[in-house]
């Protein structure tokens, strides 16, 4: 059974950084997408970016190109997440999702990290 | 990067009867290799979403068959056969064709409740 594990709710101050894990399970980590999806509160869902684990090619939104760093250790089946300095608009749920193969659909989705910013 | 719009926005519906969500992108979803790589989520209140359908049509294991998707090219519908109390929450169309040119890109969402 496919399953991604994220890591628990953080709650962070302006300024601080924070990285968030995926962990897969069930399938080969190292032949699928990992990407990470944005839902601020009340609203919809935006694509972050994603990553192939098998050789660490990454790909960023123009959106959150330079605000976030994603990356994966494929020897742990983990994908991260991370902020250098978070701000309080990065308050949102992040979920970590997997793409069918080198298909281009997301067809897991993990259950969510929700992080919160507040001085 | 393409602009996927839905429509409605909100859809409340009488239990037992079908609803229809539409969703249109702003460029051809066409993929160079064929496929179409439009999907349809759903997120039930407080949970992640959860994949439906994919490659327009294509039913996820484990989803209900009342639930189907039809379109080709710029224009999509997902289609609900008959309501059940289960079905209420947000519903999103999401487009993997411009990837890794450019983004995924998600609907606004249709919030689907009964009357």
């Known amino acids: 059974e496919v399953q991604l594990v994220q890591s628990g709710a953080e709650v962070k101050k302006p300024g601080e950084s924070l990285k968030i894990s995926c962990k897969g399970s069930g399938y080969s980590f190292t032949t699928n997408w990992i990407g990470w999806v944005r839902q601020m509160p009340g609203k919809g869902l935006e694509w972050m970016g994603i990553?192939?684990?098998?050789?660490?090619?990454?790909r960023y939104s123009p959106s959150f190109q330079g605000q976030v760093t994603i990356s994966a250790d494929k020897s742990i089946s983990t994908a991260y997440l991370q902020w250098s300095s978070l701000k309080a608009s990065d308050t949102a749920m992040y979920y970590c999702?997997?793409?069918?193969?080198?298909?281009?659909?997301?067809?897991?989705w993990g259950p969510g990290t929700l992080v919160t910013v507040s001085s | 990067d393409i602009v996927m719009t839905q429509t409605p926005l909100s859809s409340p519906v009488t239990l037992g009867q079908p609803a229809s969500i539409s969703c249109r992108s702003s460029?051809?979803?066409?993929?160079?290799?064929?496929?179409?790589?439009l999907s349809w989520l759903q997120q039930r209140p407080g949970q992640p979403p959860r994949l439906l359908i994919y490659?327009?049509?294509n039913r996820f294991p484990g989803v209900p068959d009342r639930f189907s998707g039809s379109g080709a090219g710029t224009f999509f519908t997902l289609k609900i056969s008959r309501v059940e109390a289960e079905d209420v929450g947000v519903y999103y169309c999401v487009q993997g064709t411009q990837f890794p040119a450019t983004s995924y890109t998600f609907g606004q969402g249709t919030k689907l409740e009964i009357k």
């Open positions: 999702v997997r793409t069918g193969g080198a298909e281009l659909y997301f067809d897991y």
């Open positions: 490659k327009i049509s």
């Open positions: 460029q051809s979803l066409v993929h160079s290799d064929g496929n179409t790589y």
């Open positions: 990553i192939w684990p098998g050789d660490s090619d990454t």
